[in-house]
């Protein structure tokens, strides 16, 4: 569903129509899809994993709770950070950046077992669903914040200089 969002958003800003159905539209499709495959592997996993997978599979069943839960977070926060990276909004993609690099100093620092690298990832993929909904919450008085950074790093950058054209 959120190989739509960037086309259609983009469509909407352009005609200057409203895009906020695209988004809840969206949305409600990555939940219909998502929220099945947590249910299937996160919660009925020690049952459907081996089926799919193997008996080799029996090791790693106690973690697809969380890691299941993690990626539904993160294509949900996705869903989010796509619309929003459309309407020319970059502090939710800088927030995912954010993540993803609290996410390597952490495995850098907590890497003694599969348990920890786990759930590491799956608490950080966690954290970011909220935190990107309140961006979303707060998206209004963010569009302003960015702009006032580019015009004060506007002020730092060459200007051209206009040379009158002569008749």
Not at 69 to 97: E, G
Not at 119 to 148: C, M, Q
Request: proline fraction near 5%; charge should be positive; aromatic fraction near 12%.
């Amino acid at each position: 569903a959120t190989p739509f969002i960037i086309p259609l958003v983009s469509r909407n800003e352009g005609g200057s129509k409203e895009s906020s159905k695209v988004l809840n539209l969206t949305l409600i499709g990555v939940c219909l899809l998502v929220l099945p495959a947590v249910a299937a592997l996160g919660l009925y996993g020690n049952i459907i994993a081996p089926i799919l997978f193997g008996q080799k599979i029996l090791p790693v069943v106690p973690y697809l709770l969380p890691v299941s839960l993690a990626i539904a977070s993160f294509t949900l926060a996705r869903v989010y950070i796509d619309y929003y990276l459309a309407k020319k909004h970059y502090t939710f993609s800088l927030a995912m950046l954010f993540c993803g690099l609290l996410q390597i100093a952490l495995i850098i620092n907590f890497h003694s077992s599969i348990s920890s690298i786990v759930y590491v990832t799956s608490g950080v993929w966690a954290i970011s669903l909220p935190l990107i909904f309140t961006l979303h919450l707060f998206s209004d008085r963010i569009k302003i914040f960015e702009n006032n950074i580019a015009d004060f790093f506007g002020l730092f950058a060459a200007t051209k200089s206009i040379t009158p054209i002569e008749n």
